[in-house]
Every structure is written in C-alpha cells, then in structure tokens.
C-alpha cells in the first residue's frame, strides 16, 4: 500500500499597517508619490539620523496581539538585522528578535470537517519595510526608490499547526478580518499589504518528527497559496519516493508556470547578526497603555453578528455574508442608517453589489457606491418612482461611478410613468396590436399576459409600473 | 593571547561585511580580534548570575512620535549624495532578487 503523507504547514505573515507615517520618521506613507518623494534622512540611512518609533505603530501591534489572544511583552526592544541589499540603505533592518511585541497567541479556525481547531500564534514583531528596486531597460544598472523603506510592518509567525491548503487560507481569512475590523491595515494580497510565506514539510502519517521545511515566497494570491501549497507537497512527496532527501531552502512561486525555485539554500544563508538597536530606547508598555488600547478595540465580527441578530430583522444567512468584510458591515450600517430598510439594503449588498464585484473583479474595500446614493436608489423603488429593473440599470452605473440616482433618474428620463391615462392608453394599443396573445389568453393561457406586459413596457421604455401594468391590462381584457 | 583567530574566521567575517583584506590586513585584522576577544572573556569572569542583559546606557524609554507627516519632498537635497542618479532613483549595480 501506498504510503500516507501529512503536510505540516506554518506562515510567516506580514503585514503593512495603515499609518499615515512611516515607523521611525515622519515621511508619508501614501501610494503613488514620485520615486523618492517620501524619504528622509532617517529612511535612507544617512548617516547620523536618528529613529523615532511611531506611536500608532505600537498600538497597532498590541491591538493585533490582544485580538489574537497574545501575550503582550512588557519589556520590548528593537534589534538590527545585518545584511546587505540596496533596498535596504542603512545595511540593516530594524526588527525585534530577541523581545517580540507579542507572544504565544493563536486565532481559531473552522476545519473542512466543519470542526474548530486553533491556529497558534508563535509571535508578532514589529519591523521596517524595504525600498523598491527598479531594473532599468536601457542601462546595465538598476534604481533604487526608498518611498516604502520605513513603512510599518507586523509580522506574525504561526505556529506549524496547519495540516491543508483549506486551513491555510481559513487562517489568513480569519486573520485579515481581524486586523480589517481593527483598521490596522487593508491587508490586500494582490497590492501587497498583506504578504504570506508558507513554511512546509511532509512526513508520514503517525511519524512524530517534523520532515525538513521548505519556505515558499511570492504569494499573492489565495488561489496561488493553494496551488503553491499543492505543488510543493507532491514536489517533496516525490524526493521521499525516489529516495532523495528534501533540502531547507527559500524558494520562489512562479504562479503563471505553476511551478517553484529554489532561491537560497540553508547552506549560503546569511548570518545577520542581530544585536539590539542603541538609536532605539526599550518600550515599557504599562497597565494604562494596555486598557487604552482594549477600551479602543472595536466590534469584532461575533458581537457584530450578535447584534444584528437584535438590530435588524434579517436572517442570519445576510448576517453572516455582510460581517464577512467589515467594509460592506460598514456599507450596510450606514445606509441603514440613512433609510432603515435592513432587509432592503441588504438585497442589494449580496445581490447585484456581489454579482458586480465578481463581473467587474473588484475588492470589497474599492466600492464606490456610497451609502447615501445606496439610501436613496432603495427610496426611489420604494416610492414607486422607479421600477425594480430601472434601478438595476441605475445601480451599474452607480457601481462604476457613484453617481446620485435621483438626479441620474431625472435627467435620463427613467422615472416610471404614473399618468394612468397616457399608460392606459399604451395598453389599449398593445392589446389592438396582439390579438393573438389575447385570444390566448381569453382560452384559458394565463402566460400570455406575461407577454402583453412585456410588450407594454418595452413600449414605455421600462418606465412603468409592472404592477399597475398588469393590473390595468386585466381589466381592459 | 588566548583567542586565536583562524583564517577561515578572518575570510567570512570578510565577507559579511563586504571587505577585500590583503594579507597584511588580515592578519592585522586576526591579531585585532583576538585581543577583543581576550577582553570580553576578561567581562566574562564577572559573575552575571540573575542579571538582566542591558541594550541601553541610560534609564530612558517610551519616546515616541504621533503619527503626523512632519516630513515634505526634499528629494532633490537627499540625492545629492548619491554618486550616480536617474529618473529621481539611486543608481545602483544590477541587483536581482
């Protein structure tokens, strides 16, 4: 019989945190500034500047931990890790390694077998991130811009205690929630806030010893964490087959090819001798700065959920769907606010706002719509003043561009047509201008009504009541 | 000198830190070492039992900065120093990850 193989897998997830300043210097920490533009002496490494720990990188850290059940180190430290690269102008980065911030959590997860399991929490330290290196097309050189050198990163170590792809990506998805609901970071893959290394081995089911570990960097999708995932596990499976050993490297995910490589081996990996930080003063998080910090934690999505349970009446499927990303829990608080229509607002959220995001491919955090126009498109089909399918025309463009509904409704024309007369009018036309359907309908086919109001409307250009239609053509026939 | 340096020791710690040494360096370098070591190993007879390690000199922590964007463009002055640039980047040898 074939041999069984368990896959034991750990992530190192980092983590870039919504400050508005980098972590030891008051430069921007906004997208899109020109090469450069936000740097300083500090996070370039000129000589003789001196770092100053941002204080919201701090709490933010602390809030992750206490959100994840950590230990929070009373006593911390920051430390230099030597190595050289130019996307790194001072020759180190500062990190913790010897008193990480955060100790000894873990988050809890649901198992494919529909279990909980928790995921532990080895630690979460606090860390600079690097520049970015441009490969020039024309010149044998390459150019350095130091605009995201010094921008916070957490980040967290697990502990290996994952066993699947699934419960891998449960990790992560519970993890980003957490930190979206604490406003810590945006945490998104594609653009990088949020980047996970996958540490993982094989061993045979029953075995007690861990096989050796590879590292498998450039994910920056769940799709590609899942593939990578696959794809290294039958890689190392493979090596045991043959009788080969599996070597501890850093490799490197090439998601198109669905294939990795091995970028640096255990053998050349670098001593970075660590040692602490003498620019950078101990932390001493005290009692008060801990209840701070707790009194400011927000809502998470259990109690959100609780509560919509007593605020609204709308079933817990809905709940459940919308306290999935605290961006939509946030759309749909506020436009409830605005028109307290709970099972309305929510309609639109998971239907046509979902059925756009998947067409169009759009993250939650990058709806435009806002809750006031949201409001006032559910006031308009309430009032009668647009039919249901005028609005989700008016919905798409609002999807795309935020525009006002009424006023878009206004000057487009699309307001139903109420004037009993002038529809009345309409229907007597459709009913002179299909006999058949009529005598269809008169010898007992009841659908062929459905085709008279179809004809009605596409006469109206959709501008009319399909209620009233029917209603009205009932009554001529 | 009770500590002596090996010339595998002297070549790595080269080339952590990115020197070219001659000869005549490195064994300057060796004999360097090891009188720094003979003086730690002096530190080492203290006895440091239940002591905690200290990373700093003086009795100050929690210095902190809001997070307020103090800082504006001064590209133009921070490239000065750069021997080579282009574009508004560093010039630096091609690098590959």
Redesign the interface.
């Known amino acids: 019989m074939a041999k069984q193989y368990e896959t034991v897998i750990g992530l190192e997830v980092h983590v870039e945190l919504a400050?508005?300043?980098k972590i030891f210097?008051?430069?921007?920490t906004a997208f899109g500034g020109?090469?450069?533009?936000?740097?300083?002496?500090v996070c370039?490494g000129?000589p003789g500047s001196l770092p100053?720990?941002?204080?919201?990188?701090?709490e933010y850290a602390i809030a992750v931990g206490l959100a994840t059940d950590c230990e929070i180190t009373r006593y911390g430290?920051f430390d230099r890790k030597?190595y050289?690269?130019?996307d790194n102008p001072q020759n180190y980065q500062i990190s913790q390694l010897y008193l990480p911030i955060c100790r000894n959590g873990g988050v809890e997860i649901e198992t494919e077998e529909g279990g909980k399991k928790i995921v532990g929490i080895h630690e979460i330290h606090m860390e600079e991130d690097a520049g970015k290196?441009?490969?020039?097309e024309w010149?044998?050189?390459?150019?350095?811009?130091?605009n995201r050198s010094g921008v916070p990163l957490i980040e967290i170590v697990s502990e290996p205690d994952m066993r699947s792809a699934e419960e891998v990506i449960a990790y992560l998805e519970k993890l980003r929630l957490i930190i979206q609901y604490l406003g810590a970071s945006d945490c998104k893959l594609q653009e990088g806030s949020m980047r996970a290394d996958v540490n993982l081995s094989v061993r045979e089911v029953g075995a007690e010893e861990f096989g050796t570990r590879t590292e498998m960097k450039n994910l920056n999708s769940f799709k590609a964490i899942a593939r990578a995932i696959e794809g290294e596990r039958e890689r190392q499976i493979d090596l045991i087959e043959e009788g080969k050993a599996v070597v501890q490297e850093t490799r490197?995910w090439d998601d198109t090819k669905g294939e990795s490589y091995a970028?640096r081996s255990k053998e050349d990996a670098q001593?970075y001798?660590y040692f602490?930080d003498?620019d950078?003063?101990?932390?001493?998080v005290s009692d008060e700065m801990l209840d701070e910090i707790r009194a400011k934690q927000p809502e998470f999505r259990t109690e959100k959920m609780a509560r919509y349970k007593e605020e609204y009446d709308i079933p817990d499927y809905d709940i459940d769907i919308i306290t999935g990303a605290k961006h939509m829990a946030d759309l749909f608080e506020a436009t409830v606010a605005i028109c307290n229509q709970p099972k309305k607002v929510s309609n639109w959220l998971m239907g046509e706002t979902m059925r756009l995001m998947k067409e169009k491919e759009v993250d939650v955090e990058d709806l435009r719509f806002s809750p006031e126009n949201l409001a006032k498109l559910i006031t308009l089909v309430d009032s009668k003043a647009i039919n249901s399918s005028v609005a989700k025309e008016v919905f798409e463009v609002m999807f795309e561009e935020d525009i006002d509904p009424e006023k878009y409704v206004e000057e487009k024309g699309l307001k139903t047509v109420n004037d009993e007369g002038a529809l009345r009018k309409t229907i007597e036309e459709v009913i002179a201008g299909n006999p058949q359907s009529v005598d269809d309908y008169h010898n007992g086919k009841e659908k062929a009504i459905g085709f008279l109001v179809g004809q009605t409307m596409k006469a109206m250009k959709g501008k009319a009541d399909p209620g009233m239609v029917n209603q009205i053509l009932k009554e001529l026939l | 000198m009770a500590n002596i340096i090996s010339d595998e020791t002297i070549e790595y710690v080269g080339i952590?830190a990115?020197l070219e040494l001659s000869d005549a360096e490195k064994e300057q370098a060796k004999k360097d070492m090891g009188r720094m070591l003979d003086y730690i190993d002096k530190l080492g007879e203290l006895d440091t039992d239940g002591v905690e390690p200290m990373?700093?000199v003086?009795p100050?922590?929690?210095?902190?900065?809001?997070?307020?964007?103090?800082?504006s463009?001064?590209?133009e002055q921070?490239?000065s120093?750069a021997p080579?640039q282009?574009?508004?980047?560093?010039?630096?040898?091609?690098?590959?990850?």
Do not use: W
């Not at chain 1, 290196?133 to 020039?136: N, Q, S, T, Y």
């Not at chain 2, 282009?86 to 990850?97: L, R």
């Open positions: 400050t508005k300043t210097c008051g430069c921007s020109a090469p450069n533009t936000h740097t300083c002496p370039t000129m100053v720990l941002n204080k919201q990188v701090l430290k030597n050289f690269y130019p290196l441009v490969h020039d010149e044998d050189c390459s150019l350095v811009d130091y490197r970028m001593d001798r602490p003498p950078l003063v101990p932390i001493i | 952590l990115k990373s700093h003086f100050v922590q929690n210095v902190f900065r809001e997070d307020m964007v103090t800082n463009d001064t590209r921070l490239l120093n080579e282009k574009d508004g980047m560093f010039v630096v040898p091609k690098t590959f990850d």
